[in-house]
């Protein structure tokens, strides 16, 4: 076949110089468009028209144009890579966190130290700014690469010589919003159970430590009562003073003193054998006036109420050994008494110390009548027996108020003077114990 050619060649150029001419070959440049106009040197011949080298021209351009989009379709391939990256590691991280919720509290507050994304920090506050920040970052990078995949005008201009834009392929930029969103559900669903879980976790720790505080401040007070008891009583009311001889140097003392009043009400459980007269159940004295208030059943005599150092006999009977209930009221105006006895009025009276104001600042003494302030006692006067619940108000009880008292259907502590075993103290060989009155009289009876 070869020789066939060249014998069809050859004729041919015989032929031709016959007729005068003849066949010049050239070898045609690497790239080159076949067909003539290249010279022997191989450089192409300069006859060309303007037109044909505008479009020339033109076709470079469209060559490097073709280049350039191919490397930035490169590039953005490697941009989708990375998001698929940074999507597989969000979707697993939320893989994560669904698993952790089926195990409990205890493993939710364990998926704090796991690192989901690669560089997310520990603490819930800093996971939410990093999550904040990465999607900053996302949002910014997906808008640098739709403005790197606009083409400069200088480098893509028409034939015509009209600037245009090559915009991002709809597929290409759908699954990019796509991706983004569903990055973006992530990352706020993150958001709203770490802060839902940080919420929890600060309700539960202000719980907390409430109950702690209210149990360490009961079991303060409970301490502190039981260290000013002397006794473990099963409250602080159940018990009495025990005055079992006749001394001048065995009392109790009340420690709370007395407001300026002008009524008052006093109630006490008492119990006592002693002859002649039980003695002083309480006294009460002020700086000038040793007598400002005294309960005494002295010698023979009845029981006295002095008030100011003024007297009126109480028609009261309590030297039989049993437990009694008494209660003595007055009020300043017209000088108004009354007298009951296991909640019955026995009698009543008036004139006695009228208008005058009972002074503050004195000493409430317990089984001893007081000469001076808080001494200067006499053994003929004090009280021997046992004295519980020594209540005192500033205002006169109704009658109805003492029966409960007496009856032990009701409790109302003194407001002005409460029977308190951190408010009474003892001396002289004076004791406290504890006692239920209420049991004991049912005993008693």
Not at 267 to 291: D, E, H, R
Request: proline letters at 5%.
């Amino acid at each position: 076949m070869l020789l066939l050619l060249a014998a069809v060649l050859c004729a041919a150029a015989r032929g031709q110089e016959a007729t005068g001419g003849r066949f010049v070959c050239n070898a045609i440049p690497p790239g080159a468009e076949p067909g003539c106009g290249y010279g022997s040197t191989g450089n192409r011949v300069q006859s060309s028209s303007p037109l044909e080298d505008e479009l020339r021209n033109t076709i470079l351009q469209l060559r490097e144009t073709i280049l350039q989009q191919k490397e930035t379709i490169v590039s953005q391939q490697g941009t989708i890579k990375e998001l698929n990256s940074k999507l597989a590691r969000c979707e697993a991280a939320a893989d994560e966190t669904a698993q952790g919720k089926s195990r409990g509290q205890g493993s939710r507050r364990k998926e704090y130290g796991k690192n989901t994304m690669g560089d997310l920090p520990r603490d819930p506050g800093e996971t939410i700014d990093q999550l904040g920040k990465t999607m900053q970052s996302l949002k910014g990078r997906l808008e640098n690469l739709e403005q790197s995949l606009r083409l400069p005008s200088s480098s893509n201009t028409s034939a015509g010589g009209v600037s245009a834009l090559i915009p991002l392929p709809p597929e290409l930029r759908e699954l990019l919003r796509q991706r983004l969103g569903a990055l973006e559900t992530q990352l706020l669903r993150k958001v709203a159970e770490l802060e839902e879980e940080k919420s929890q976790l600060y309700n539960e720790t202000a719980a907390h430590r409430q109950r702690t505080e209210s149990a360490l401040n009961s079991l303060m007070e409970r301490i502190t009562e039981l260290e000013k008891s002397n006794n473990a009583f099963k409250s602080p009311e159940d018990f009495k003073v025990s005055l079992p001889l006749r001394t001048n140097y065995l009392y109790g003392r009340i420690k709370k003193s007395l407001p300026e009043m002008y009524a008052f009400t006093v109630c006490m459980w008492l119990k006592s054998s002693a002859s002649p007269g039980i003695g002083t159940p309480f006294s009460y004295g002020v700086p000038g006036q040793a007598n400002e208030i005294v309960l005494i059943e002295w010698g023979n005599n009845p029981i006295e109420l002095l008030v100011n150092d003024k007297v009126a006999q109480l028609p009261l009977a309590v030297s039989d050994g049993r437990w009694h209930h008494i209660c003595i009221t007055w009020t300043t105006r017209d000088g108004f008494w009354e007298a009951y006895q296991d909640g019955e009025r026995l009698g009543t009276g008036d004139n006695l110390a009228p208008w005058h104001p009972i002074k503050p600042g004195g000493v409430i003494i317990l089984g001893q009548e007081q000469d001076i302030v808080g001494g200067r006692f006499d053994a003929t006067q004090a009280f021997v027996g046992e004295l519980s619940q020594f209540n005192m108000w500033d205002r006169v009880l109704r009658p109805v108020d003492i029966m409960g008292l007496a009856n032990c259907s009701a409790y109302m502590p003194g407001n002005v003077v409460p029977w308190i075993d951190a408010n009474v103290e003892v001396f002289g060989g004076a004791s406290k114990a504890a006692l239920e009155i209420c049991e004991d009289r049912a005993f008693d009876s």
